[in-house]
Structure formats: structure tokens, C-alpha cells
């Protein structure tokens, strides 16, 4: 009885990681570029009572064996790398990926992170930045006396600037790639960094090489589906609940065993 309980436990436990899984989905429902994650499961050692294929006391073959697990557990949360809804806001420095790529970001320990978050500012100097400071890269800078900025679907950077006709060249936009997105480490900040899971960035200017193209004054909405996730939340907990309805059942029986009498 106590394998049992032990068996529904780790069910119980594997349930509450999806369901915290479900819930992050669900709070970044309205995060710019965020990847929804799924979370993977595996079944776990098995006690064998009887091999398949073993030898019987009449001398016959065993064609089927006999053993038992003992549970469930989460092996990986895989995030999905879908697009998402690209939302208009008309502001300039607001850049989409219209298919694979992510931006390239300097982090602040030298590092170069990866983003579907297009939302970029600029900084006091001038230079293209994240929501939180860190520099585009390759970095671009914008003249002080630019009034208007464009950004080709190519990822070419012109800008117009006062008492000229023409436009001014002022930087390209580079995209990385990876052979295995679902390996990149998350670090939050809607960033992401590259492992040997990953593969090393192939990067290039966008519509090149595979890479997607940027689309100007739109943002790509996340591509967290909120029914579907409630779906998955019932479903969870429906198979808490007959985990521990498991539990329960153990339990009874092995208080009738315990109140056996002679």
C-alpha cells in the first residue's frame, strides 16, 4: 500500500509543475515575443516481477513479463516557438519578426542574449536600446537632429534628418537563428542565451539565410492561447484529483488489512 501511495505522490507532484507550468503561460499572456512552454513527462523505474521471455516452471516461454512503476515525473518543458499576433502600435522604433529570428541583445555581463521582444527606445546617446537599457546589437545610432526613423524589411536603418532630401544610412539590423531554439536558457527580461543544446546563432540580415523579415510600428503579441491553457489546467487538475482519490484508495485498504481479525 505504501508503493502505491508513493506512486500517486509522484503524480500529485508532477501535476503541480504542470499546472505552475500553466499558470506562467497564462501571466505572460500579454508579453511582447513570449513562447509559450509545455511540459513533458516520463514514467519512472519499474520493479520486476517477471521478465518477458523467461522460461515458466512447465518449461514453457513467459511471452509477457510482469512489473509495476512507480510513478511519473516531469522531464522538460519544451517552449513553442510559433509566431504570434503582430499588433500595429505605428511607433518607429516598435519591430516584429515576421518568421524565424530572434534580435540580438548585449547583455550587461557581455553577453549576447535573444529576444522576440521588438519594443526598442532610445537612449540618451542616441543608441537603440531594450525596455531596460541593454544596447541593440550591432548597435545603431540615431542623429539628434533625425525626424523621422524607417526601417526596411531587410533591417536596413535610414533616418531623416534636417535640411537633407535624401535619407541617411544609419545602421542594419542583424538576426540570429539556432538550430534547436528549445534549448536556449531563459533568463527572463523576455531574453534568452544560447547552450551546446541550442547550437551556436547563424546570424544574418533579415529575409536572408531563412531568417524572417522585421516589419516596422508592429509588436509580436505572445502566442499563449488562453483557452487551450484553460483546457490543459482542467485536465490537470482532474489528474491531481484522481491522484490523491489513489492515495485514498491505498490508504483504506491498508487500514482494513490493519483491522484484520483472527
Keep these: ?25 497564462l501571466a505572460n499572456v500579454n508579453t511582447t515575443g513570449f513562447k509559450r512552454s509545455k511540459i513533458e513527462f516520463q514514467d ?13 516452471a512447465l518449461g514453457s516461454e513467459v511471452p509477457t513479463g510482469l512489473a509495476i512503476g512507480y510513478g511519473a515525473r516531469a522531464s522538460a518543458t519544451s517552449r513553442q516557438f ?16 515576421s518568421g524565424d529570428g530572434f534580435f540580438q541583445i548585449q547583455h ?14 532610445i537612449s540618451g546617446d542616441g543608441r537603440i ?6 544596447f541593440l546589437d550591432p548597435g545603431i545610432s540615431i542623429p539628434q537632429d533625425a525626424t523621422a526613423i524607417s526601417v526596411a524589411t531587410d533591417g536596413t536603418v535610414e533616418v531623416m534628418v534636417a535640411g537633407q532630401a535624401d535619407p541617411t544610412t544609419v545602421g542594419q539590423i542583424e538576426l540570429a537563428r539556432f538550430v534547436n531554439p528549445a534549448g536556449l536558457e531563459a533568463l ?20 536572408q539565410s531563412g ?8 509588436l509580436e503579441m505572445s502566442n499563449v492561447e488562453v483557452v487551450d491553457e484553460m483546457v ?9 484529483e484522481m491522484n490523491s482519490k489513489a492515495i485514498q484508495t491505498a490508504d483504506d485498504m491498508s487500514s482494513i488489512a490493519n483491522n484484520l481479525k483472527r
Design 82 to 97: 510559433s509566431g504570434g499576433t503582430l499588433s500595429p502600435t505605428g511607433n518607429p522604433l516598435d519591430l516584429a519578426i
Design 211 to 218: 531568417l524572417g523579415q522585421v516589419d516596422q510600428g508592429y
Design 108 to 121: 550587461p555581463n557581455g553577453t549576447i542574449a535573444y529576444t522576440r521582444d521588438g519594443a526598442f527606445k
Design 129 to 134: 536600446v531594450n525596455a531596460d537599457g541593454f
Design 232 to 240: 490543459n489546467m482542467i485536465v490537470a487538475q482532474r489528474a491531481y
Design 1 to 25: 500500500m505504501i508503493k502505491a501511495m508513493r506512486t500517486a505522490a509522484s503524480g500529485m507532484v508532477a501535476q503541480q509543475m504542470n499546472v505552475d507550468n500553466i499558470a506562467n503561460n
Design 188 to 207: 527572463g527580461r523576455n531574453l534568452l542565451i544560447a547552450t551546446r543544446a541550442s547550437g551556436d546563432p547563424l546570424t544574418d540580415i533579415p529575409t
Design 44 to 56: 519512472v523505474l519499474y520493479q520486476n516481477y517477471r521478465k518477458a521471455g523467461t522460461t515458466s
